[in-house]
């Protein structure tokens, strides 16, 4: 049987006990939670990834999808949020699935060129980039959207004529 000092003594702990974790639970919801930043693609309040940017915060699920649609389409690529620079794999990789892990480390290794050695098509209406996997000794490269030929040299529709400073438009 306790005494009656031991009882009030726990009685008080335990009342403050539970007033600390009022406390906890109210800073929690209504402090902490509304300080953090909002997914900037579907604007919910929940736990976000900073990408490099500094502007961009992306929940995990919206990250993936930005990620699988990047890497849908060449055109789409490379991964990027509101700038023009990629998103390096090693700021997002601990946030994606295996499978959307293994499709951006695959696309980094086909689609990953350095846009100096980046061949594009030489139709300004298109202006697609061609793989450097495509990139044969020949003369020629054909773009696989508009099928137009363009010279591997001076990067200007192709011709037959040796490139001249005319036509080229390196890019």
Not at 77 to 100: D, E, G, V, Y
Request: some cysteine; hydrophobic content about 35%; glycine content about 4%.
């Amino acid at each position: 049987m306790l005494d009656t000092i031991t009882y009030l003594l726990c009685e008080r702990s335990v009342g403050s006990l539970i007033i600390l974790i009022d406390i906890a639970i109210f800073l929690w919801y209504f402090v902490l939670v509304p300080l953090s930043p909002s997914c900037t693609l579907c604007n919910k309040k929940t736990s976000t990834v900073s990408l490099p940017c500094g502007n961009c915060f992306y929940c995990p699920s919206c990250l993936n999808s930005h990620v699988a649609h990047s890497c849908a389409d060449p055109s789409r690529w490379p991964i990027r949020c509101c700038t023009t620079q990629q998103i390096p794999l090693r700021f997002i990789s601990q946030h994606l699935t295996a499978s959307n892990l293994s499709l951006a480390a695959r696309r980094i290794g086909s689609w990953g060129v350095p846009a100096s050695q980046t061949l594009y098509c030489a139709d300004p209406a298109c202006t697609t980039p061609i793989a450097a996997n495509t990139l044969f000794p020949g003369r020629w490269v054909t773009c696989g959207n508009c099928h137009s030929l363009t010279c591997t040299r001076c990067r200007s529709f192709g011709h037959v004529d040796e490139c001249r400073s005319d036509h080229c438009t390196i890019t």
